[in-house]
């Protein structure tokens, strides 16, 4: 099966650190500039990041810049979202979406996405 499966969500402290993991299943994510999303209770999805194919660029927003830090490892066919000095603002449902662009240029977001992973929550909370 084709999908992209998100992991290592859960509670955590204001100040406190989780690596998210998106891992590719059923095909390789080499030729996938790959985003990270997040949709937090009653808003609208947010673009986090987006890692090109290289994993030479990436880009943030402006409310996760220099706390998140995207990459990619081809070795294991993933893509990783460390998020420290989290506060309760950054609780959502996080996501990651795999484009076939092969940089972010700039982006948040893409009018194609090939694949989609599932979701895994986020919860900032003391």
């Known amino acids: 099966q084709l999908q992209l499966v998100e992991s290592g969500g859960g509670l955590v402290q204001p100040g406190g650190s989780l690596r998210l993991s998106c891992a590719a299943s059923g095909f390789t994510l080499d030729y996938y500039s790959i985003l990270w999303f997040r949709q937090a209770p009653g808003k609208e999805r947010e673009g986090v990041s987006c890692i090109s194919v290289s994993g030479g660029s990436a880009n943030y927003a402006d409310s996760v810049k220099g706390r998140f830090t995207i990459s990619r490892d081809s070795s294991k066919n993933t893509v990783y979202l460390q998020m420290n000095s989290l506060k309760p603002e950054d609780t959502a449902v996080y996501s990651c979406?795999?484009?076939?662009?092969?940089?972010?240029?700039?982006?948040?977001?893409?009018?194609?996405?090939?694949?989609w992973g599932q979701g895994t929550r986020v919860t900032v909370s003391s």
């Open positions: 979406a795999a484009t076939r662009y092969r940089v972010c240029s700039g982006r948040l977001s893409f009018n194609k996405y090939y694949y």
